[in-house]
């Protein structure tokens, strides 16, 4: 049995990587203030990002949902992997040799599984992309070619050919070590009475990876006459691949994507090969399902879409299955902040098709003709009715008034209501009302479509919202209060900058006594690891005094942007903590001050030890501003 990782490996781990490199493989990330990123939260649904990474301190919390933590906890909750093997695949990433306690020599068997999976994928694509020049797949390589591609393109998707063949993967796989529970569970064979065989023969097959590059699954497409499964196959659900939450191309078109603001939805494989071929680097596609929410999602975090000036651009074919998947494109495009398009090639060509007729410029003439979704759907409904009569047209202008009524912006739904009048051969007046009265039947049809943004919690970092348990609950910081302003902002001095206070500067102001309760407990977890304050970990260090409802707390002070750093960040950082120890020096002064006009003008001695000690605090506070 495995046993635990080092603790001296965890660290090391974690203090060797970016966490802002890893967050980025998820989320666009643009800056956010001095030494701080932004981007839309992975955990929940937003139109304004409200999740921040601070690089220098390691950590990541979102001001909307509550959730935050360190790069291991983002794998965690985010890949729903376990901690060990979160562990694992960051020592993979850069290198790193883990050590095992307890007479372990290697991962546990718990995260060890998808470990599994994924080499398991690697070795397979290997051998498919190996097999992709061999005499038997003549078939695939001819396929290629027929649709412009070369073996150039191939290699740069990753294309290769499975076998018309039994077993032959799978006797290759177990001669790499791997046995038959483990490809069952990558999804790489199938299962009768008579043992397992390859579950993708004689077909030609594209990698499909996740935004960060792994090989989680495949997509193969028939080629021979005599195979009777369906024409596109693609692995089956397992813990690496989950279909409804993949876009074949994400990996290749990601930075593409944030870089642009924009993304390119098209049907399959091969108009991914012929977009990317053809410079629109932006392609993606679904695999083996329609296009839904959860890959919404993911192209919001990848894209950075927090306002109206990117663009999600469709591509449909013009037959039925098209008209269906654009209709479940259109249900859900208010769940964009970018502005949404549809792209028809020429005589209803797909990408792929149409660089074959015209080439990569007929490709990108598409992507620059589209036409705004709502343009797209409203000729599409009006267009399904016989115009040349009153019932037709009756008719085209009802069908097409609900689809206008869901246009948010005022001055865009009235340009498309005289659109939908002309369209329809409607009189405008008569447009306006079908729109009105369209509008009152949503706004009473509680399963309408509804905007999909979450509420924004306040989320001050004194709070937690939904997440907490039944601990006892932070206070939260009243934003009215100067005072609790000061000792927040001091905090997130404290927590993100130690390196440019200094332990003596750092003692002191931990002496000050805060208003806020939430704002004492962590400034006495600072307080007990002052000695630590130089040292790698110093924001764990403090998570783990605290108690676990005030983590949220800490871990939000410690992300949270700090308004005035500018590029003098040590200079900043020390003004903060001044201003809260003069503001406690000048507190002892009115409280000398007044025991001293109370105090008998007889009692020499007090008056002069009190005289001291205002003496003293003005000496301090003298040295404070000059410094």
Known sequence: MAGRIRQSDIDEVKARTNIADIIGDYVSLKPGGVGSLKGLCPFHDEKSPSFN?????????????????DVYAFLVKLDHVSFTEAVERLAARIGYQLHYEEGGGG???SSGNRARILAANNAAEEFFRERLAAPDADPGRRFLGERGFDAAAASHFGVGFAPKSWDELTKHLRTKGFTPDELLAAGLVSQRDRGVYDRFRGRLVWPIRDVTGQTIGFGARRLLDDDNGPKYLNTPETAVYKKAQVLYGLDLAKRDISRRDEVVVVEGYTDVMACHLAGITTAVATCGTAFGVDHIKVIRRVMGDDSSTGSVIFTFDPDAAGQKAAARAFGEEQRFSAQTYVAVGPDGLDPCDLRLAGGDDAVRRMIDNRKPMFEFMIRQVVERF?????????SALRAGAPIVATIRDPASQNGYTRELARLSGADLDDALRAVRSAQRGQRGDSGGRSDSTA?????SPGSVGEHGSAQPVPTPVDPTDPTQRTERESLMVLLQLPGEIGAERAARAVQVPFVNPTHAVVRDAIASQLPSIADPGWVDRILA?????????VNALAVAALPQAG??????????L???????????????TSRLARTDPQNADLRRSLQVALSSIDQERMRLRGE
């Open 545 to 553: 005094e605290v108690p676990q409802a005030y983590e949220p707390t």
């Open 107 to 109: 991962p546990s068997e």
């Open 455 to 459: 509420a924004q919690n306040s989320a």
């Open 578 to 592: 001044d201003g809260l120890i003069d503001r406690d020096l000048l507190r002892e002064k009115a409280e000398l």
């Open 386 to 394: 016989d115009l040349d009569t009153v019932e037709g047209r009756s």
């Open 53 to 69: 990474v601070r690089p220098g301190v390691g950590r990541y919390h979102c001001f909307g949902c509550g959730e935050g933590g």
């Open 567 to 576: 590029s003098d960040a040590g200079r900043y950082a020390r003004s903060i």
